[in-house]
Structure formats: structure tokens, C-alpha cells
């Protein structure tokens, strides 16, 4: 395709394989996400030949419809990890629930269920990145530390953060054409509303490529953005990470990855190194067969709830005994929390809508919110604004292993939510009085406001500096390394992935110099 633009045509070729039962490798990461795309590459670069394991699917083959992904009108069995019915985030329109039956398959969004809280996440390789917004947010300088008090900011702002974005292809709206496409009416009604309240309204980078988008408006491409692609994937436009680290981590002649391979064990070799247990799985979900491989090093990416579950279970059940206390804990949900505003009839936010969010209002300082103006893309007019808000949350849970079960379990209540509705209602509440209009009620349930029963971004788990050392080193097991989501203690003030891949560009680099 020209233009450089991108196309699923133009989707990097990762080199898949599926490891062999005994097999022994220098460096072995479980879990394709930022994180794990981080590390294979750099890896890569300095000479390791890396494998990486990840339990979804490599998201490489059009289905009967021609398309890889399926759109968010339109949810089927591509869809969903392992259901027979969707959880769709906005579970009703008018009130009405949206969710239906598919047939059980590895699909690529998973709506994992703890008590309390619905945690969605990505599945196949790229992990998240298949299936986020893209909002590329690197947090305010002054917040930083709040966030990771024991990491230099000076360096991340310096080197890491802007190696981050480079790498993952970041880049910002033309605003000229955000004034005027109607693909972001509703996110200029958003910035209308905030202005008048006096917030903060920030525009927001994203790896979405805008100017693929400009195209699917001007009618000379297929349409993904402006085809209500995002949560179930991007069929194009979006530089998600086998576009990017991926696609260069394969060019290194280095990185292989085994997708539909789950890691279940790590454990100390009698040799020396690690032996990890694996299963191959089917597109149904079961297992076909379970594999023993050696690994020098072992990398743990597999995202704050996946890495958390793993160092739990092998801590608890004297797999890695040597791991410490502070294992599970410090999981937070990045205070999200979501719901809609009902407009008055000269607000109408357009039947085509962006799936791509570009902006949000910030409100950190003085209510503890960030809420980002979320697009509703129904392919009609609804005269809703939608946002998803981050708020300052305080509130963090534990993982634990549960014997009877043989899982993992996490102790989030559902009542610690309000702190986060309070500190988005600093907002909202503050816009519906300016514009006198009121919350939408038919999103989330029959008059039901808030969206209170799930995140997107889970974080923490193995804290930085306290389940591992200052630079993701596990405390008791030479050679094991967390280098996700799950490092950062609960909250990041902003979208979490910028931050997770500059603090996987730190630790790698520092890894690199030091260990190997
Ligand atoms: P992650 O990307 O989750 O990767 C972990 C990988 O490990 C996954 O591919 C798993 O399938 C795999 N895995 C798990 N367990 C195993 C196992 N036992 N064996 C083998 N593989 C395993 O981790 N963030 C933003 O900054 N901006 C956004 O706009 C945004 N929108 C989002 C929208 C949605 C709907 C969702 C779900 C998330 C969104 N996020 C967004 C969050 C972002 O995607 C997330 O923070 C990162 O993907 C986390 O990166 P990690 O590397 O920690």
C-alpha cells in the first residue's frame, strides 16, 4: 500500500513457530504485550536469541468475512477469549442488553472475572495493543513521582519516555482537521463542554496513524477507525506492536514467538536456569499438549493480572520459593471508571464517530480525575457524550492463591469504586450544571450511571522496587525478571502503555548492561 500508510497486507511477519517439547533457550518471554515486545527486542539487538510464549493467537488470518478483526457493532466468536456470550463493556443501549452468544473460541479481547471487577485485556500477540484506543499519554513531568518514586525522572524523561514513543510509532491529530471532520464532532462537543466548565482540555497523541484516517474520510481506503474497529481490533491504521517492536524484533533474525502456548510453571533446572512448563492450546480453548523447555532467563510480560496470577500460584505452591512477600500485592485499576452525558439537541455528537479518542479533559490536580472523551460509535446519532475517567484512586488489592480452587484470586471491592466516581463526578457534575443536562442512565444496566464494574488497566502486582529490585529483578531467583504492567504500583495518572514500555526500556537497557 502506499502513502506508508498500513494495512493488515502490510502487517509484519512474526516469526511464529511452536516451541518443541524439551527445547533450550537463552532467553525465554512469556507474554507479547509492551513489555514482552520490549524486551525481545532489545534482547535481540544485543546478540540473545529469544523465544517468546503467548497464550493468544497471532491474529494474522482474515476470517470468512476477508477481515482479521471484527468490528464493535458486530461482536462474534473472533471477539471474546474463551465465552459463549460477549461482555461487552457498554452492556445495554436504551437500557436494552447488547451482549449475545458465540461459539467458545481464543478470541482476542478477554473480560476476566475477579470479585468486584471485570478485568478486559488483550489476547494473540501484541497482547493490549490489539485492542486499545492507542491514546500514546506520557504522564506530566511533576506527577512522575507519585508514580514511580524511585526511578530517576530525569532519565525518563530524557531518554526513555521519548525512546518509547519512536518505538511505538506516536503521533498527534493535524488540529485543523479535528476542527472540521465529522468523525470528532463528538469530541469537539466534549472539548466545548469542558471549556465552558473551565477544565483543562489536552489533546492526546495516539499510535493510530492519522493520516491513514484522513484517508478512510476522504473515502480512498478501506475503513477501520471510521468502521467501529477498536476493542475486538484494527483491520488498519493502528500501529499496534506487530507493526512496530515486533516487526523489528523479527527482523533481527532472533525473536521467534509460540502463540496459543500458555506458560503454567517456572521453576529452578537442577543444571542451572529455569524449566517452564507450557501448554499448546486449540482455538477452542483446550489443551493439545504440554511441553517442558529450558530457559536461561525467563521474562515475565505477561501483563499486570497474567504475571501477578503466575508469581502467585509458584510462590504459594513452592515452584520459586525464594520469591518474597510483596508478591500480588499493589494491584490497582488505574481508577477507571466510565459513564455517559445526555445532550440537549444542538449537541449532537454525529452518527460517525472515530473510534479512535484523541483528547481528553484534565482535572488531576484539583478533583483526581483524567477523563478521556470516549467515542460511542453506534453508527447513529445517540446526543451522548461517553468518557472514560482515571482518577487518583487510592484503593489497591491483593492477589492470593486459593488451595481448593488451585487459582488465584483478588480481594477488589466494589464499593472502593465510589472514591474514583467522586472524583470524576469533579467533572461531570460541574459540565451538567453549565449545560443543564444530566447523566445518561442506559449504558451500563437499567438506570445505571456509572460504569463501575470493570477496568482497562490493570497495574501492579510485582511492584517495582518491592517484589523486585529497582530494576525488575525478582528478589530470591537469579535470572527471573517482571518487566510488564505489573511493575507499576496501581496508577499512572494517564493511559498506562507509554509509561509500561519507557520503564521496559529502562530496566532492559540496565539489564542488558549488567546481567547478560
Ligand atoms: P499486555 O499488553 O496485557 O500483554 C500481556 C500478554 O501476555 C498478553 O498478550 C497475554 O495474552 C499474555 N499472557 C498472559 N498470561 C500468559 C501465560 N500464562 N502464558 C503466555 N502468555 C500469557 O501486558 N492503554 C493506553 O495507554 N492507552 C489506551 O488507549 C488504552 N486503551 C485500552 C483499551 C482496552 C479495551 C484495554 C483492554 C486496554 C487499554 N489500555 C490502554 C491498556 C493497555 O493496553 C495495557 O496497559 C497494556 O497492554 C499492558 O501491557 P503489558 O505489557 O503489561
Known amino acids: 500500500m502506499g502513502l506508508g500508510?498500513?494495512?493488515?497486507?502490510?502487517?509484519?511477519?512474526?516469526?511464529t513457530t511452536s516451541i518443541g517439547d524439551g527445547a533450550r533457550v537463552p532467553a525465554l518471554i512469556i507474554g507479547s504485550g509492551y513489555g514482552g515486545s520490549v524486551a525481545a527486542l532489545r534482547l535481540a539487538q544485543a546478540g540473545v536469541d529469544v523465544h517468546m510464549i503467548e497464550m493468544g493467537k497471532s491474529w494474522d488470518t482474515p476470517g470468512s468475512d476477508g477481515k482479521i478483526f471484527a468490528n464493535t457493532r458486530t461482536p462474534d466468536d473472533r471477539s471474546f477469549w474463551l465465552r459463549t456470550r460477549t461482555k461487552q463493556p457498554l452492556s445495554n443501549f436504551l437500557g436494552f442488553p447488547i451482549d449475545k452468544n458465540v461459539s467458545r473460541h481464543t478470541g482476542i479481547l478477554d473480560a476476566e472475572e475477579f470479585s468486584g471487577i471485570t478485568v478486559y485485556q488483550g489476547r494473540g500477540v501484541g497482547g493490549g495493543s490489539l485492542v486499545n484506543g492507542g491514546m500514546a499519554v506520557t504522564p506530566n513531568r511533576e506527577r512522575f513521582g507519585a508514580i514511580l518514586p524511585s526511578v530517576d525522572a530525569d532519565e525518563m524523561y530524557d531518554v526513555y519516555y521519548p525512546r518509547a514513543n519512536a518505538g511505538l510509532g506516536v503521533n498527534e491529530i493535524d488540529r485543523a482537521w479535528f476542527d472540521t471532520t465529522d468523525c470528532y464532532q463528538y469530541a469537539r462537543v466534549g472539548r466545548k463542554h469542558a471549556e465552558r466548565s473551565g477544565f483543562d482540555f489536552v489533546y492526546v497523541p495516539n499510535v493510530y496513524d492519522f493520516n491513514y484516517m484522513k484517508q478512510e474520510a476522504a473515502g480512498?481506503?478501506?475503513?477501520?477507525?471510521?468502521?467501529?474497529?477498536?476493542?475486538?481490533?484494527?483491520?488498519?491504521?493502528?500501529?499496534?506492536l506487530q507493526q512496530t517492536y515486533l516487526a523489528q524484533a523479527a527482523a533481527t533474525g532472533r525473536v521467534t514467538i509460540s502463540p496459543l502456548h500458555r506458560v503454567t510453571s517456572v521453576t529452578p533446572a537442577p543444571s542451572g536456569g529455569y524449566?517452564?512448563?507450557?501448554?499448546?492450546?486449540?482455538?477452542?480453548?483446550g489443551v493439545t499438549a504440554t511441553k517442558t523447555v529450558t530457559a536461561g532467563k525467563v521474562f515475565f510480560a505477561a501483563g499486570s493480572v497474567g504475571t501477578s496470577k503466575l508469581l502467585v500460584k509458584l510462590k504459594a505452591t513452592g515452584a520459586l520459593p525464594g520469591l518474597n512477600n510483596e508478591v500480588g500485592k499493589g494491584w490497582g485499576d488505574n481508577g477507571n471508571v466510565m459513564c455517559g452525558r445526555a445532550n440537549h439537541m444542538w449537541d449532537a455528537t454525529g452518527?460517525?464517530?472515530?473510534?479512535?479518542?484523541?483528547?481528553?479533559?484534565?482535572n488531576w490536580e484539583e478533583g483526581g480525575a483524567f477523563a478521556e472523551v470516549a467515542p460511542l460509535?453506534?453508527?447513529?446519532?445517540?446526543?451522548?457524550?461517553?468518557?472514560?475517567?482515571?482518577t487518583n484512586t487510592p484503593h489497591r488489592a491483593q492477589f492470593s492463591y486459593n488451595a481448593g480452587t488451585g487459582g488465584v484470586d483478588l480481594n477488589w471491592q466494589t464499593s472502593w469504586k465510589q472514591t474514583s466516581i467522586d472524583m470524576a463526578k469533579s467533572i461531570f457534575d460541574k459540565i451538567n450544571r453549565k449545560e443543564g443536562t444530566i447523566y445518561r442512565t442506559d449504558l451500563f444496566g437499567f438506570y445505571k450511571i456509572w460504569g463501575d464494574h470493570l477496568t482497562y488497566h490493570p497495574l501492579g502486582g510485582a511492584v517495582l522496587g518491592k517484589a523486585t529490585d529497582n530494576h525488575g529483578r525478582l528478589h530470591g531467583h537469579p535470572g527471573l525478571y517482571v518487566i510488564d504492567g505489573s511493575l507499576i504500583p496501581g496508577n499512572t495518572s494517564v493511559n498506562p502503555f507509554v509509561t509500561i514500555t519507557a520503564l521496559a526500556e529502562r530496566n532492559i537497557d540496565k539489564i542488558i548492561d549488567t546481567d547478560l
Not at 500508510?5 to 516469526?15: D, E
Not at 460509535?377 to 482515571?390: C, K, V
Open 5 to 15: 500508510l498500513l494495512s493488515h497486507t502490510g502487517r509484519a511477519a512474526a516469526a
Open 377 to 390: 460509535p453506534t453508527g447513529i446519532e445517540t446526543y451522548a457524550s461517553f468518557y472514560l475517567s482515571i
Open 220 to 240: 480512498n481506503v478501506p475503513r477501520s477507525a471510521l468502521a467501529a474497529e477498536i476493542l475486538y481490533g484494527n483491520n488498519h491504521g493502528k500501529k499496534s
Open 351 to 362: 452518527s460517525l464517530q472515530s473510534s479512535i479518542p484523541t483528547v481528553g479533559i484534565d
Open 275 to 285: 524449566t517452564v512448563t507450557i501448554e499448546q492450546l486449540n482455538t477452542g480453548g
